[in-house]
């Protein structure tokens, strides 16, 4: 078995790019003679030259240009772990786990998440893109680190984050908006309205007007936004979803006399504030900036 060691691919690596052995040992603090021998034992075990005279110097031979251009890579995914030993050696979180409702602001969970991943690019993320009770569910688990949600969580204390409002819309052409006049509460319960799953197992809750003779139940806000665009029902969908549909035209507001809008204010919740490490910590300080940048560009009202 070839027993070549990444020092010797290191020092080999920098022999290339300092151009010899004499300016490489400066550079690495060894001697040109440690070098050396490095070097020939490298070629040694591999039964490969890599490195050829020529005058004064030296250079890659073919085979060693190939060998090298590997070894970097190992190089640095030993660099790379090494740097993640140390992380997790301070008290880095492996993984941090969210929960964040599909109500939130997309363009500033998106912010958040590229932001996090930025300053910590070996912590994995798990997103979890719940409805209702489905994130406070998981923090009762004790499955999520952090929870974005509209619900109160019992025995939790929530930061606030963001009001997001919700706004009655249909289709144009659909026949609620064609009545010539403003609409109350009965005039829906005559026409098909789209909702949204709770996404809890155990406690799943209903929220809302829900009179409607017909009601389609769905899993995920995105689906309810292409059936109401098709014009197959009303709903009330929180503008973080439908702002570019409503620019389009593909969605208008319906002419409700009372009712058409409302707001759901949404918090985050840490399960455990004091032990949480700095990726989870830095993840919710990027959410609360993240909403103040986006969420202002877009006239949605902050808290915190």
Same mark, same amino acid.
């Given at each position: ?84 030993? *140390?992380? %997790? =050696? +301070?008290? @880095? ?5 969210? &929960? #964040?409702?599909?109500?939130?602001? $997309? ?47 019992? *025995?939790? %204390? =929530? +930061?606030? @984050? ?5 706004? &009655? #819309?249909?289709?144009?052409?659909? $026949? ?129």
């Amino acid at each position: 078995m070839v027993n070549v060691t990444l020092a010797q691919w290191r020092m080999l690596a920098a022999v290339v790019d300092h151009g010899g052995f004499a300016r490489a040992a400066e550079a690495v603090h060894k001697s040109p003679s440690t070098l050396n021998h490095a070097v020939h034992k490298l070629e040694e075990q591999l039964g490969v030259q890599v490195l050829e005279p020529v005058g004064r110097q030296v250079r890659l031979t073919e085979a060693g240009d190939m060998l090298l251009r590997r070894a970097r890579q190992l190089l640095e995914s030993a660099e790379a772990l090494e740097d993640v030993a *140390g992380r %997790l =050696g +301070e008290g @880095l979180e492996a993984e941090v786990v969210i &929960a #964040v409702d599909q109500i939130f602001p $997309p363009d500033a969970l998106a912010h958040a998440l590229d932001s996090v991943s930025r300053h910590y690019p070996h912590v994995r993320v798990q997103l979890h893109e719940t409805v209702l009770n489905g994130g406070v569910e998981m923090l009762y688990d004790g499955r999520a680190d952090l929870v974005v949600s509209g619900i109160a969580a019992q *025995g939790f %204390l =929530g +930061e606030p @984050l963001v009001n997001v409002e919700f706004l &009655a #819309v249909s289709h144009p052409e659909h $026949p609620l908006q064609h009545l010539g006049r403003e609409l109350d509460l009965r005039d829906l319960e005559q026409h098909r309205q789209l909702v949204v799953r709770d996404s809890a197992l155990r406690q799943s809750m209903d929220a809302g007007w829900l009179k409607a003779e017909q009601r389609w139940t769905l899993s995920h806000l995105v689906t309810s936004v292409d059936m109401l665009c098709r014009g197959l029902g009303f709903a009330w969908m929180p503008t973080t979803r439908i702002r570019e549909a409503l620019r389009m035209g593909a969605l208008a507001p319906l002419p409700l006399a009372l009712g058409g809008r409302r707001e759901a204010p949404m918090q985050l919740i840490f399960r455990d504030r004091d032990r949480a490490g700095p990726a989870t910590r830095a993840l919710a300080a990027a959410l609360h900036e993240a909403v103040a940048n986006c969420c202002d560009e877009h006239s949605i009202e902050t808290n915190g």
